[in-house]
């Protein structure tokens, strides 16, 4: 699973240094330990990877107590999810060539665990029968400029409950995603992914070049005394793309599946609203909040109890890195104002 990246769009909560992933915000844990157990539940604790910044695995280890430390795929530095993806894929190949692998961002919000494991297993029996790269697509309920899209094509005669992809477009403008969901071909993109190590590897060689040749010298010295210095060399070199934007949009053997599960990215603030039970008032709390006369607002409270009145459908956050207020509708906008207030030194 990918548990690195800085969730910039949950300042003040998130920070490079304590990415989304890690805070309590669902049921008193945090989405990376609910991550692990349905990873866990799926294929044991021996085989489940952790994918992460080196500067990370203190949190991770907290979280995890007694996870094996072998089974951490450590980045010397971020590169975005084409780099991390493919080092993870040397590890699976060195260690269970010809198995497949299922990429589970740390992030998500999945439920019911028994309707995830049927899309898994409906990937997994796509991947008997053709050698191609799988996503699990989410039929969009609601017109979410957060989100990528993917338009499904053909049925594959494979496997008729999959579609191949025709088309990736990432985070449309409103009046675009509005016409994707009229249209009904159209999927989230979940950025859960299956595919084979081997298959995902080539995939690389053949469209990011660039992170082939560092994977190539990175795989030589697996498993040597030089691998974390040739890991710290090399790692940091590659070009910062996802791996969306770097194989599957490119990538001629690509497959979705639809799935069966309800999910968010939990992209954003707003996000919190969607998944947590609503108080009396339509207001999802986390922490001490009272108010008075206040509606549909995301409310996040650390250390301080919070008053609100008279707010309507508003975000309100506080943690000792700092205080946010904005509007749900443009929560979207917190990545940008974190990177001033980094740009402020503040």
Not at 35 to 54: M, N, S
Not at 68 to 92: F, H, M, Q
Not at 181 to 198: E, H, K, P, Q, T
Not at 212 to 226: D, F, K, N, V, Y
Request: net charge neutral; charged share 25%.
């Amino acid at each position: 699973m990918l548990a690195g990246g800085s969730g910039e769009r949950f300042w003040p909560l998130s920070t490079p240094a304590h990415p989304k992933q890690f805070p309590p915000l669902l049921e008193g844990r945090s989405f990376f330990q609910h991550t692990v157990e349905r990873a866990t539940k799926l294929v044991g604790q021996d085989r489940v990877l952790v994918a992460t910044r080196r500067d990370l695995l203190p949190i991770v280890q907290d979280q995890l107590p007694g996870f094996p430390v072998e089974n951490c795929v450590l980045e010397p530095a971020g590169r975005d999810t084409a780099a991390c993806i493919g080092l993870a894929a040397l590890v699976v190949l060195r260690r269970a060539p010809g198995a497949c692998t299922l990429v589970a961002p740390s992030d998500h919000y999945i439920q019911p665990f028994h309707a995830f494991e049927e899309t898994v297993r409906r990937g997994l029996a796509l991947l008997e029968r053709v050698d191609g790269l799988v996503t699990l697509g989410i039929p969009p309920i609601r017109p979410e400029t957060g989100y990528g899209y993917i338009l499904a094509g053909d049925a594959v005669p494979e496997h008729p409950a999959a579609r191949r992809c025709e088309r990736f477009t990432e985070k449309p403008d409103r009046k675009t995603a509005e016409r994707f969901v009229a249209d009904g071909r159209y999927y989230w993109n979940s950025g859960i992914f299956l595919w084979s190590a081997a298959t995902i590897l080539k995939a690389m060689a053949r469209h990011l070049p660039d992170h082939w040749s560092c994977m190539e010298t990175i795989r030589a010295a697996l498993g040597t005394p030089e691998e974390s210095r040739v890991l710290d060399a090399t790692f940091p070199r590659m070009p910062r793309i996802s791996v969306d934007v770097g194989i599957l949009e490119r990538a001629e053997n690509v497959y979705m599946v639809p799935a069966t599960f309800t999910w968010d990215d939990v992209g954003a603030w707003n996000a919190l609203g969607r998944i947590l039970a609503p108080d009396e008032h339509g207001n999802a709390v986390v922490g001490r909040h009272v108010a008075r006369d206040s509606q549909g607002c995301v409310v996040y409270g650390t250390s301080r109890p919070i008053g609100t009145i008279g707010l309507r459908d508003l975000v309100v956050v506080e943690t000792p890195e700092g205080i946010l207020v904005c509007p749900k509708e443009r929560a979207q906008e917190v990545k940008e104002l974190a990177r001033l207030l980094r740009e402020a030194g503040t």
